[in-house]
């Protein structure tokens, strides 16, 4: 490890060069307008993505690990960001050497700070809990991608005490137990005999620390829990139950790593008022996988003769075209497929110039409802119509399927002719 140390130091002086030719927040993949909280979480995950332990003998690996690094040391400083956005890399250079910084620093002692750590994965501090918490999602939001937020009651380190816990900042050892947060206890089981148990301290709660004058915001609790916006990116396509992970999101503390905080999305039920304002047939889609399903009703008539169109309203507003001409029959349960119509596919690139998006099929089911009444007149126009075709063409279905014409005896009971 210190051989890829050594080694990648060594690229330090040619990638600045290189660095110093590229927009820093376009390293990141960042805006000039992105806050600190989205530098930190961009240089998180590419930090991790790039780092040479995850990727040994990736040269390009390694200098994209500088870079980050190197953009993230510009940014995350108010002082030093400022100067880059106002005079760029040559600005900031100047002001580097100035200070007395100069030349760039090493990309594991980034790394090391930012994640508590040695500089390198397997060497990183005691880590908290992760969180999980289900989101619901509504099928046009899975379909056209969608961009939103939510909030939780996530436990933050009080910044009224930094999190020491006390009102003037000052924390001592704990004067009970010595700082070991725990006490030795004898009990006397009988005459001579005695038995010791090791306690969590109550003076200090097993801190080690004990706190005058506790803070008035958090109790001496070190940490608050309040409402916490998270913003939640929905890409196209994706599914119930996808899981997003936000690294090092999750219940904050002084004393430990954040775990991270875990999104699970759940396609919830249409919401006629919330989730279908422009009356979008799509909503009531029912997905399987990346395929849609619809069920469309048709009248007597229209299954029997056809010359009928219908126009469905896709979720992104685009119109789905189904119809017969004069003629066509349509038997009930019958299913038409349409390419094309269903759920995009996700992928990770999206669409894009690398990517193009591809669509699941709309699995269309014909019910056909009958009349539950009928005019007189237009019941004896019918049956006569019907009995007079049935007579030339008609199928007789009773003799057609094989079955006996009259009852028959079965264990010494006869069956009566319904």
């Known amino acids: 490890m210190l051989f890829a140390r050594a080694a990648l130091l060594l690229l330090i002086a040619f990638v600045g060069l290189v660095v110093g030719a590229e927009d820093f927040y376009k390293i990141l993949g960042l805006k000039k307008d992105a806050t600190e909280k989205q530098i930190k979480s961009a ?92 989101v619901p999602i509504s099928l046009p939001d899975f379909y056209n991608g969608r961009t939103t937020e939510f909030q939780w009651n996530k436990q933050q380190v009080c910044e009224h005490c930094s999190g020491t816990g006390a009102a003037d900042g000052k924390v001592e050892t704990c004067s009970s137990c010595q700082g070991h947060g725990v006490k030795i206890v004898r009990h006397q089981l009988a005459p001579g005999m005695f038995q010791q148990v090791q306690m969590q301290c109550d003076q200090c709660g097993g801190r080690g620390k004990s706190i005058k004058h506790k803070c008035p915001v958090c109790a001496g609790q070190r940490v608050i829990r309040k409402p916490t916006p998270v913003s939640l990116v929905i890409e196209r396509g994706m599914d119930d139950g996808t899981k997003i992970p936000y690294e090092n999101e999750a219940d904050a503390h002084p004393d430990y790593v954040a775990g991270d905080l875990v999104v699970e999305l759940m396609l919830k039920e249409p919401d006629l008022e919330e989730d279908n304002p422009d009356h979008l047939d799509g909503v009531f889609f029912r997905r399987k ?130």
């Open 43 to 134: 240089y998180r995950k590419l930090s991790k993505k790039f780092h040479p332990d995850k990727n040994p003998g990736d040269e390009t690996a390694r200098v994209k690990f500088i870079e980050v690094s190197d953009a993230y040391e510009a940014l995350s400083d108010a002082d030093s960001r400022r100067v880059y956005d106002q005079y760029g890399h040559e600005g900031l250079k100047q002001h580097k050497q100035q200070g007395g910084g100069g030349g760039h620093h090493d990309p594991f002692d980034v790394f090391n700070r930012f994640f508590g750590g040695g500089g390198h994965f397997g060497q990183q501090q005691r880590r908290g809990q992760d969180a999980h918490i289900k």
């Open 289 to 418: 996988d990346n395929d849609l399903h619809w069920r469309e009703v048709l009248s007597l008539r229209e299954a029997l003769f056809g010359d009928w169109t219908r126009n469905l309203t896709h979720m992104d507003g685009h119109v789905v075209r189904l119809g017969r001409k004069e003629g066509e029959i349509i038997q009930p349960g019958h299913v038409d497929t349409i390419p094309g119509e269903g759920m995009p596919i996700w992928h990770e690139d999206g669409d894009s110039v690398y990517h193009k998006t591809e669509f699941g099929n709309l699995y269309v089911e014909y019910v056909v409802v009958l009349p539950d009444q009928m005019d007189n007149s237009l019941k004896k126009d019918l049956k006569s119509v019907f009995d007079k075709y049935r007579k030339k063409h008609g199928v007789d279905l009773q003799k057609d399927s094989g079955r006996p014409e009259k009852p028959v005896m079965h264990q010494g009971h006869e069956h009566e002719e319904l």
